[in-house]
């Protein structure tokens, strides 16, 4: 038998985007003389589709569609991912489903078992739980067809496992002599590696081919890496796709296949293609096709212009450099050498007057008053502004350049560098982003290396940097990484080596921000734990 696996990227929500591509590839894998086709999970509707599965209209056009797609398969046999309904249920009466299609007609449906409920993830919401699992002959072979979380319980795998059931372990009871998974599994910085030994262990475990495909594309926070890949009975790798692109891929039963190595990109590679895909992604989908930033001199700014013109192309990013009294020299020169070794866009707005106006027009509020933070935002915040104003009249999405060190520790100004409809640094630390530098001039000079090496700073008052009010950046993203990926408090983070009266410190930093947080532009999630809907404290607490 002859399987094409196809990793699409639809857009949620968009029924005849979605159904067009399906039918698309369909053709497209029909002259391969497959005799299979397999899609993503809820490749109908896109992932993750949130509250409009609370809209009936919706679900019943997405059924609606599974006869459509039905009518593809008068040669083929096609496996999609989609919503089917169980009227006598109690509950949603919802269920995150695979249809599987034949001969013209919907021959089988096969429900999710293992509903996740953490990090970005609120399936328990939305469907309802599949009770028991089927297997589905096809020609000579008995299919196992899971749905993503089905397959991440597999208890010699897992140290702590999430649920008690194992829908794989059942459909091999049940004589499944083919595993597939069909999937949208969001990406984060080393999941692949982890996704890969999981399916070989599954596959050797059982004694089973397992396939996998997986959604390809961003839909708003979360990017999917996509991939198609196979497992053979001994858990070798045994055919793998490219990812963070749009693939097919055809498997044949019949023939032999060499093991492939386990090698993955390196995790700065990832995050780069990722954090492309993202912005792009966003753009496209939400109907934009430029986008505007603000370039102060700084490494931020610098890698989101070049992520933002792989993304959309020189011609599609205007930079707006924005000096005031207290900029550096530099923070001009730099930007320009940057500006023309990219090709981007350009506009300098000196925001002085406008400063100082604002300074008159407080005078008299502001009597007798030092000068503080107050006006140093104030500078932040024209900035913000005129952004806006730029985007707004010229229909130019507005990128924030902050980075997940900034906005942990709320070394932001709201309404200021944080205005955008787009953060796509926000999940990456200060110390990634270095790297991410490094790694764009791995051949050549692409970020001047003046921007690289100079000592980070807002330049919101004379002689400032970052480490006025931050600590080093290597010590400070080691202690966030321990408190809002590892989710330790500051007795064990102290334990690690820590100074205490500091950990306290950056920790309470955190907390305080969460106000601002609740405010920010989204962002793209690159880690296993991200600001926004992965990470939800509340912003009245008591706990510190």
């Keep these: 038998m002859k399987i094409a696996l196809v990793s699409i990227n639809p857009i949620v929500g968009n029924l005849k985007y979605n159904f067009e591509k ?114 589905t002959k096809f020609g000579n072979t008995n299919l ?106 055809i498997y044949d039963t019949e023939e032999k296949y060499q093991p492939l190595s386990f090698e993955t990109s390196s995790e700065i590679e990832e995050i780069y293609y990722a954090i492309i895909l993202g912005i792009r992604d966003y753009c496209y989908k939400t109907g934009f096709s430029k986008v505007v930033l603000g370039l102060s001199g700084g490494i931020d700014s610098a890698l989101v212009a070049v992520l933002a013109k792989e993304a959309l192309g020189p011609d599609n990013v205007l930079c707006v450099l924005m000096p005031s009294m207290y900029s550096s020299e530099g923070s001009i020169t730099h930007s320009q050498k940057l500006i023309s070794n990219i090709g981007v866009k350009s506009k300098i707005i000196s925001i002085n007057d406008v400063f100082n106006t604002i300074r008159e027009t407080l005078k ?91 000592v980070p700073s807002a330049e919101l008052k004379p002689d400032q940097t970052d480490q006025d009010t931050l600590p080093p950046y290597e010590v400070l993203d080691k202690i966030l990484y321990h408190y809002i990926e590892e989710s330790k408090e500051e007795d064990e983070i102290v334990e690690l080596g820590f100074n205490r009266d500091l950990v306290k410190t950056i920790l309470k930093m955190v907390d305080h921000a969460e106000y601002k947080r609740k405010q920010a532009a989204p962002g793209l999630k690159v880690t296993n734990k991200a600001f926004g809907t992965g990470r939800r404290f509340p912003i009245v607490q008591g706990w510190r």
Aim: charged share 25%; glycine share 6%; proline share 3%.
């Design 144 to 249: 196992g067809i899971t749905i993503c979380e089905d397959a991440w319980n597999d208890k010699d795998f897992w140290v702590h496992r999430m649920y008690e059931y194992d829908p794989i372990e059942e459909l091999v009871k049940l004589n499944a002599n083919l595993i597939i998974n069909i999937s949208a599994s969001p990406f984060s910085a080393g999941k692949e590696k982890i996704r890969t030994k999981m399916f070989s262990s599954i596959a050797r475990k059982h004694s089973r081919t397992v396939l996998y495909v997986n959604q390809v594309g961003a839909n708003t926070d979360l990017i999917f890496d996509g991939g198609v890949k196979v497992f053979d009975r001994n858990g070798n790798l045994i055919l793998a796709s490219k990812r963070f692109e749009e693939v097919f891929v």
């Design 22 to 135: 399906i039918k698309h590839y369909v053709n497209v894998v029909k002259t391969s003389e497959a005799d299979l086709v397999i899609f993503p999970e809820l490749s109908l509707i896109g992932y993750p589709p949130l509250d409009l599965l609370d809209k009936k209209s919706f679900i019943n056009e997405a059924i609606s569609y599974h006869e459509k797609i039905a009518e593809l398969s008068d040669s083929i046999g096609i496996i999609f991912g989609s919503i089917s309904k169980i009227e006598d249920k109690i509950g949603t009466n919802i269920y995150n489903s695979a249809i599987f299609c034949f001969n013209k007609k919907i021959f089988s449906i096969h429900r999710k078992s293992l509903l996740p409920n953490y990090d970005v993830f609120d399936e328990v919401r939305y469907f309802e739980t599949a009770k028991k699992v089927e297997v």
């Design 364 to 454: 008299d509020t502001f009597q007798n008053l030092p000068e503080d933070v107050t006006e140093e935002n104030i500078q932040s915040r024209i900035r913000g502004l005129l952004l806006m104003a730029l985007s707004n009249k010229f229909g130019y999405l507005l990128l924030a350049t902050g980075n997940k060190s900034e906005l942990a520790t709320g070394y932001a100004t709201l309404y200021g560098d944080m205005c955008g409809g787009l953060a796509p640094i926000s999940d990456v630390y200060k110390t990634k982003v270095y790297e991410l530098a490094k790694f764009i001039n791995r051949e050549k000079e692409i970020i001047p290396n003046e921007i690289i090496n100079k």
